[in-house]
Protein backbone atom coordinates (compact mmCIF):
# COMPACT_ATOMS: atom_id res chain seq x y z
CA UNK A 1 0.00 0.00 0.00
CA UNK A 2 1.18 3.14 -1.02
CA UNK A 3 1.37 6.28 1.64
CA UNK A 4 1.61 8.98 -0.57
CA UNK A 5 -1.32 11.03 1.40
CA UNK A 6 1.10 11.09 4.23
CA UNK A 7 3.13 13.76 5.17
CA UNK A 8 5.90 14.10 7.89
CA UNK A 9 7.32 18.10 7.57
CA UNK A 10 8.59 19.63 10.37
CA UNK A 11 7.37 22.64 9.73
CA UNK A 12 4.08 21.59 9.49
CA UNK A 13 1.87 20.60 13.11
CA UNK A 14 5.62 20.20 14.92
CA UNK A 15 6.35 17.41 12.25
CA UNK A 16 3.48 15.02 13.37
CA UNK A 17 2.23 12.79 10.26
CA UNK A 18 -0.55 15.04 8.48
CA UNK A 19 -2.96 14.53 5.99
CA UNK A 20 -1.29 16.01 2.51
CA UNK A 21 -0.02 18.50 4.03
CA UNK A 22 -3.11 20.12 4.93
CA UNK A 23 -2.44 20.33 8.84
CA UNK A 24 -5.10 17.40 9.74
CA UNK A 25 -2.95 15.28 11.62
CA UNK A 26 -2.90 11.42 11.21
CA UNK A 27 -3.58 10.93 15.11
CA UNK A 28 -6.96 13.20 15.08
CA UNK A 29 -8.76 10.85 12.36
CA UNK A 30 -7.97 8.03 14.21
CA UNK A 31 -9.23 9.88 17.40
CA UNK A 32 -12.37 10.59 15.20
CA UNK A 33 -12.79 7.02 13.87
CA UNK A 34 -12.03 5.31 17.61
CA UNK A 35 -14.67 7.76 18.86
CA UNK A 36 -17.30 6.02 16.02
CA UNK A 37 -17.59 8.61 13.73
CA UNK A 38 -17.66 7.12 10.01
CA UNK A 39 -15.57 8.16 6.69
CA UNK A 40 -18.67 9.59 5.54
CA UNK A 41 -19.19 11.70 8.39
CA UNK A 42 -15.77 12.67 8.69
CA UNK A 43 -15.52 13.78 5.02
CA UNK A 44 -18.65 15.70 5.59
CA UNK A 45 -17.25 17.63 8.64
CA UNK A 46 -13.90 17.87 6.38
CA UNK A 47 -14.82 18.28 2.97
CA UNK A 48 -10.85 19.05 1.65
CA UNK A 49 -10.31 15.36 2.74
CA UNK A 50 -11.27 12.61 0.39
CA UNK A 51 -11.95 8.63 1.11
CA UNK A 52 -8.39 7.28 0.18
CA UNK A 53 -6.91 10.07 2.95
CA UNK A 54 -8.75 8.14 5.29
CA UNK A 55 -7.74 4.68 4.16
CA UNK A 56 -4.43 5.97 4.19
CA UNK A 57 -4.43 7.21 8.01
CA UNK A 58 -5.76 3.36 8.62
CA UNK A 59 -2.98 2.02 6.36
CA UNK A 60 -0.11 4.65 8.69
CA UNK A 61 -1.84 3.14 11.82
CA UNK A 62 -1.02 -0.44 10.64
CA UNK A 63 2.46 -0.25 9.79
CA UNK A 64 3.59 2.21 12.31
CA UNK A 65 1.87 -0.13 15.32
CA UNK A 66 3.90 -3.28 13.18
CA UNK A 67 7.39 -1.81 13.68
CA UNK A 68 9.38 -3.66 16.18
CA UNK A 69 10.13 -1.96 19.35
CA UNK A 70 12.44 -3.12 22.05
CA UNK A 71 11.65 -2.13 25.77
CA UNK A 72 13.82 0.16 27.19
CA UNK A 73 15.11 -0.98 30.76
CA UNK A 74 16.86 1.07 33.17
Not at 4 to 25: K, Y
Amino acid sequence: MALNRITIDPEVMSGQPCIRGLRIPVPFILRLLASGKTIVQILKDYPELEEEDIRQVLGFASWATSEKTIPVTA
